[in-house]
């Protein structure tokens, strides 16, 4: 079996500080994000720059626990502090808000007590 693969195009991230995920987002849309635990970027493949504020979710950013990508890349999903969860499709930029209950807050607040890391699994 011959697998022949063409790159399409390379950059450099201008940035220093090193991201531990890069996520393909969108089907329609596609863009590349660089994803840490709290922090998400759109990168800019043909200039390395990124592009740090997304309008629909900066509101929320500042209470995230843990962000995760499904596996399809259609969504990007996230944990607030308050126990909430949140889903985000790039492609028709529509978030949906998922209401706590009182188990998931009760999870939220051990794992922030106990500095353990949460996973989400979308």
């Given at each position: 079996?011959?697998?022949?693969?063409?790159?399409?195009?390379?950059?450099?991230?201008?940035?220093?500080?090193?991201?531990?995920?890069?996520s393909w987002i969108g089907q329609e849309k596609e863009?590349?994000?660089?994803?840490?635990g709290k922090h998400i970027n759109e990168i800019n493949?043909?200039?390395?720059?990124?592009?740090?504020?997304?309008?629909?979710?900066?509101?929320?950013?500042?209470?995230?626990?843990?962000?995760?990508?499904?596996?399809?890349?259609?969504?990007?999903?996230?944990?607030?502090?308050?126990?909430?969860?949140?889903?985000?499709?790039?492609?028709?930029?529509?978030?949906?808000?998922?209401?706590?209950?009182?188990e998931s807050r009760k999870v939220v607040a051990a794992?922030?007590?106990?500095?353990?890391?949460?996973?989400?699994?979308?």
């Amino acid at each position: 079996m011959e697998i022949k693969l063409d790159v399409l195009i390379s950059t450099s991230i201008k940035q220093r500080k090193p991201w531990p995920r890069i996520s393909w987002i969108g089907q329609e849309k596609e863009a590349i994000f660089l994803l840490d635990g709290k922090h998400i970027n759109e990168i800019n493949l043909a200039s390395g720059k990124t592009k740090k504020k997304i309008p629909r979710l900066q509101s929320l950013l500042k209470n995230v626990v843990i962000l995760a990508t499904s596996r399809n890349g259609a969504w990007l999903a996230g944990i607030l502090t308050s126990g909430e969860l949140f889903l985000w499709n790039k492609d028709q930029d529509c978030l949906k808000i998922v209401p706590a209950i009182e188990e998931s807050r009760k999870v939220v607040a051990a794992a922030q007590e106990c500095s353990v890391r949460l996973y989400l699994y979308v």
